[in-house]
């Protein structure tokens, strides 16, 4: 399919935002900047906050894609393209940033942990290092979530078998989910309070598959209108669930249908408009804001309070200029690798 998806346009919109706004906000914490008062009490709803809820969103998004362009797939090629899809970008992101990370913190970039955990961000498994020794590595691009969705991409051709037959459709998805479940408790192959781990993303994912085949159903007035008020529900009164933790799949799960239905009602509205190329441009070079988003804000918080700057939304502005300019030009090497890599395979 070549046409727009608005709705899966717009999703990926808000929610590489809204990680972005969240990175913002817990750095801000984290440095001591001030905080508008009302962003960051909205961005620290519902448990696990906006942040985590978009993480989630991601992954139901991917699942959900991935069902919608891959029913069908030869095996080589779908690996080659998604593996290197996701690795290439980060060794590209990566080394301009710790040019810069040298220049700051030049003790860090060579010191033996620098040399000795870099090459597990440089293969994506970030998560993997972190879960099995404790120590998470040195990266300047990239979080816990590249280690989860390669391992989704590794995996898909199996996860498609299993979700192409009804039976063993409904059977996996009790199993994933008391999986996802379950491992909130034993934390078994996970970091953050059970959040980073496999079993999050697996579930997450196979959501977004289940939510791609039934979404004609899914975006129907009467599951939306169910939906919105479960989110609204939710958002507010998290606290007072039994199993606070359900909260972050609750407003994830209806979050996602009512942000596809909402894309998808205003596709018309916008085509043509400033608001649609802010949106392609978002889409385009998501990846690449993903991996090095992070890394920036950290770094130029810093050198906004050192100078004294204590000013929020002057920082914002800067550093959205700063990331979306550095994602093009990670984009446009990307691109260029990636044409000569296939013309040579030719």
Not at 250 to 258: D, N, Y
Request: charged share 15%; glycine share 6%; proline share 3%.
């Amino acid at each position: 399919m070549n046409r727009k998806d608005y709705g899966y346009q717009f999703a990926r919109f808000v929610l590489t935002w809204i990680i972005f706004f969240h990175h913002v906000l817990t750095t801000g914490r984290d440095q001591g900047m001030s905080l508008p008062f009302l962003i960051n009490k909205a961005f620290s709803r519902p448990s696990g906050g906006l942040g985590q809820m978009a993480v989630a969103m991601f992954f139901l998004l991917s699942g959900a894609l991935m069902w919608r362009n891959h029913q069908e797939l030869e095996i080589g090629r779908f690996y080659r393209k998604r593996i290197f899809g996701i690795l290439i970008p980060i060794w590209i992101c990566s080394i301009p940033l710790i040019i810069v990370d040298y220049l700051v913190n030049p003790s860090l970039v060579l010191s033996a942990y620098a040399r000795h955990t870099i090459l597990f961000n440089f293969l994506g498994l970030d998560l993997y290092l972190g879960v099995l020794t404790g120590i998470y590595p040195y990266h300047v691009a990239g979080e816990w979530f590249t280690s989860v969705i390669l391992t989704m991409y590794i995996l898909y051709p199996l996860l498609k078998k299993l979700f192409s037959e009804k039976k063993i459709r409904v059977i996996s998805t009790v199993v994933i989910t008391a999986v996802f479940v379950v491992n909130f408790k034993i934390k078994l192959f996970t970091m953050g309070n059970g959040w980073y781990s496999f079993s999050v993303g697996l579930f997450y994912f196979w959501c977004g598959m289940l939510y791609e085949k039934y979404r004609d159903k899914l975006i129907e007035k009467k599951p939306v209108i169910i939906s919105s008020i479960v989110f609204v529900a939710v958002y507010l009164f998290y606290n007072m669930l039994p199993f606070v933790r359900l909260s972050s799949p609750a407003v994830s799960l209806t979050g996602f249908i009512v942000l596809n239905w909402f894309g998808n009602r205003i596709g018309n509205s916008i085509n043509g408009t400033a608001v649609e190329k802010i949106i392609d441009f978002t889409c385009k070079n998501s990846y690449m804001i993903y991996l090095t988003h992070h890394y920036i804000i950290i770094t130029l918080m810093k050198g906004f309070l050192l100078a004294g700057l204590d000013l929020f939304w002057l920082f914002v502005v800067s550093v959205i200029i700063i990331v979306c300019i550095y994602s093009v030009l990670c984009r446009t090497a990307n691109d260029f690798v990636l044409k000569k890599i296939g013309s040579r395979k030719k």
